[in-house]
């Protein structure tokens, strides 16, 4: 049966998605607020080395969209039977690669870091947190599979009760663990990262319920032929590949911005990631969009309907800059009630104030950006998607440093780098888009 293209279609798709998204971020929210009454310290150290940790997850979450482009164009072409055999093979390589990052957080992390942090305090809270969230990674790699397997599929509806188990039960152990209530232990900033792990471990067990008693995972052959296959690795990763690195690099490029407002003081540091939980959650619908974006793009060329394909990305934009957009004017009428709910100190707060115009402009933008490229990535085209990204973090990483340590102008001028950087990304995205080959694109 062909994939509907109209608003109602993409809106099922999506949907889901946008609220596994709300979800995660009532995570985020309750991690920044949490710490931002706990000590700036912990606040900022929570920051800096949960995007440390993203970049190390983006290895394994850029494998799985990789499973996601392809898996989306199989479910279109109605080959069901190759899904199960995607998805295991993507079993086989997430455990060994696990098995290394894991070791090398353990082993590597405190060096790292010591190059890059110049706040003791802030270097060894980002030690103990690491020590513990990066039990993590196991788990978090199967859970972006299941992930991969549900979107690609457009069954989309399991990942938001998945998510908001995992959320709730994150939010309670936070507090539990964070302040030591109900006579558990006060375990500050290792609390956080404790309460993530076994969250995450109870997402996992959900998707494995779902998956074996709720889903007929024999029509996909899921679990049926676990035999490890080079040439069903190799396939993934031609398109995986890519993906992995681009992701690597957008995560890299978030820890190295932080980084150099880390070098401006910790009082910068505090307020950007206030700034940047503020940004995660305006950012929920455009996440949810952009993957529907590569699913259906993905799907509706299995079908053999390229010709479709401009009026689905229109389409979608649209609806991502009226959903983004329907967040702004809270932020803009209520800086100060927002921004009061991540901290009490009225400094930070002042601070995050000012910032918070630059970000609603720059998601106008990047609804924009960030939908196109990830078309660009439905295609199949992920060298390209590639070299965009590149391209873009590159000149946008210049700016923020240039404006930050050489002319020393204020966080809110750092901050407008931001629209450099998705000025480029939906430029170049576009321009492919409309002038590239990817209409016979083959994965």
Same mark, same amino acid.
């Given at each position: 049966?062909?994939?509907?293209?109209?608003?109602?279609?993409?809106?099922?798709?999506?949907?889901?998605?946008?609220?596994?998204?709300?979800?995660?971020?009532?995570?985020?929210?309750?991690?920044?607020?949490?710490?931002?009454?706990?000590?700036?310290?912990?606040?900022?150290?929570?920051?800096?080395?949960?995007?440390?940790?993203?970049?190390?997850?983006?290895?394994?979450?850029?494998?799985?969209?990789?499973?996601?482009?392809?898996?989306?164009?199989?479910?279109?072409?109605?080959?069901?039977?190759?899904?199960?055999?995607?998805?295991?093979?993507?079993?086989?390589?997430?455990?060994?690669?696990?098995?290394?990052?894991?070791?090398?957080?353990?082993?590597?992390?405190?060096?790292?870091?010591?190059?890059?942090?110049?706040?003791?305090?802030?270097?060894?809270?980002?030690?103990?947190?690491?020590?513990?969230?990066?039990?993590?990674?196991?788990?978090?790699?199967?859970?972006?599979?299941?992930?991969?397997?549900?979107?690609?599929?457009?069954?989309?509806?399991?990942?938001?009760?998945?998510?908001?188990?995992?959320?709730?039960?994150?939010?309670?152990?936070?507090?539990?663990?964070?302040?030591?209530?109900?006579?558990?232990?006060?375990?500050?900033?290792?609390?956080?990262?404790?309460?993530?792990?076994?969250?995450?471990?109870?997402a996992l067990l959900y998707f494995a319920y779902f998956t074996l008693v709720r889903t007929n995972y024999k029509k996909y052959n899921l679990f049926q032929e676990l035999t490890f296959s080079w040439k069903k690795q190799l396939h993934i990763l031609k398109t995986a590949a890519p993906i992995m690195l681009q992701n690597f690099m957008a995560l890299c490029t978030w820890l190295s911005f932080f980084m150099i407002i880390e070098q401006t003081g910790e009082f910068n540091l505090g307020v950007s990631h206030i700034?940047?939980?503020?940004?995660?959650?305006?950012?929920?619908?455009?996440?949810?969009?952009?993957?529907?974006?590569?699913?259906?793009?993905?799907?509706?060329?299995?079908?053999?309907?390229?010709?479709? #394909?401009? +009026?689905? *990305?229109?389409? !979608?934009? $649209?609806?991502?800059? %009226?959903?983004? /957009?329907? &967040?702004?004017?809270?932020? @803009?009428?209520?800086?100060?009630?927002?921004?009061?709910?991540?901290?009490?100190?009225?400094?930070?707060?002042?601070?995050?104030?000012?910032?918070?115009?630059?970000?609603?402009?720059?998601?106008?933008?990047?609804?924009?950006?960030?939908?196109?490229?990830?078309?660009?990535?439905?295609?199949?085209?992920?060298? #390209?998607? +590639?070299? *965009?990204?590149? !391209?873009? $973090?590159?000149?946008? %990483?210049?700016? /923020?440093? &240039?404006?930050?340590?050489? @002319?020393?102008?204020?966080?809110?001028?750092?901050?407008?780098?931001?629209?450099?950087?998705?000025?480029?990304?939906?430029?170049?995205?576009?321009?492919?888009?409309?002038?590239?080959?990817?209409?016979?694109?083959?994965?």
């Amino acid at each position: 049966m062909n994939q509907a293209i109209d608003y109602k279609s993409i809106w099922k798709v999506s949907y889901p998605i946008i609220l596994s998204g709300v979800a995660q971020n009532i995570v985020n929210v309750t991690d920044t607020a949490f710490l931002g009454r706990y000590g700036i310290v912990e606040l900022g150290a929570a920051g800096n080395a949960g995007i440390f940790y993203l970049v190390i997850m983006m290895i394994g979450f850029g494998f799985t969209i990789g499973c996601q482009i392809i898996i989306g164009r199989r479910n279109g072409e109605g080959n069901l039977r190759e899904i199960g055999e995607l998805f295991n093979a993507g079993l086989f390589f997430l455990l060994p690669i696990s098995l290394l990052l894991f070791a090398f957080v353990k082993l590597f992390t405190p060096q790292i870091l010591s190059t890059v942090v110049a706040s003791e305090n802030i270097l060894q809270a980002s030690i103990d947190y690491l020590s513990i969230r990066s039990y993590g990674i196991f788990f978090a790699f199967f859970n972006f599979l299941f992930i991969a397997f549900y979107t690609g599929t457009t069954n989309t509806k399991v990942l938001t009760k998945a998510t908001f188990i995992q959320a709730g039960v994150n939010v309670v152990l936070d507090y539990l663990l964070i302040f030591g209530k109900l006579g558990l232990p006060e375990m500050g900033i290792k609390g956080a990262a404790l309460a993530s792990v076994i969250s995450e471990i109870v997402a996992l067990l959900y998707f494995a319920y779902f998956t074996l008693v709720r889903t007929n995972y024999k029509k996909y052959n899921l679990f049926q032929e676990l035999t490890f296959s080079w040439k069903k690795q190799l396939h993934i990763l031609k398109t995986a590949a890519p993906i992995m690195l681009q992701n690597f690099m957008a995560l890299c490029t978030w820890l190295s911005f932080f980084m150099i407002i880390e070098q401006t003081g910790e009082f910068n540091l505090g307020v950007s990631h206030i700034v940047r939980s503020i940004y995660m959650v305006v950012m929920i619908p455009l996440f949810g969009f952009s993957s529907a974006a590569s699913t259906l793009v993905s799907n509706i060329m299995g079908e053999n309907r390229i010709e479709e #394909v401009p +009026l689905l *990305i229109k389409r !979608i934009v $649209i609806m991502s800059i %009226l959903a983004t /957009a329907a &967040f702004l004017p809270m932020l @803009l009428i209520f800086p100060s009630e927002v921004t009061s709910i991540y901290t009490d100190d009225a400094d930070l707060i002042e601070g995050a104030i000012k910032i918070l115009p630059v970000i609603c402009g720059a998601m106008l933008f990047f609804s924009i950006a960030f939908i196109t490229f990830s078309s660009v990535t439905g295609t199949g085209k992920t060298l #390209v998607t +590639l070299s *965009i990204e590149f !391209i873009s $973090i590159s000149i946008y %990483l210049s700016f /923020a440093y &240039f404006f930050a340590l050489i @002319l020393d102008l204020s966080l809110v001028a750092v901050w407008s780098s931001e629209f450099i950087y998705f000025s480029f990304m939906g430029l170049l995205s576009i321009l492919y888009l409309k002038f590239g080959n990817w209409k016979n694109s083959v994965i």
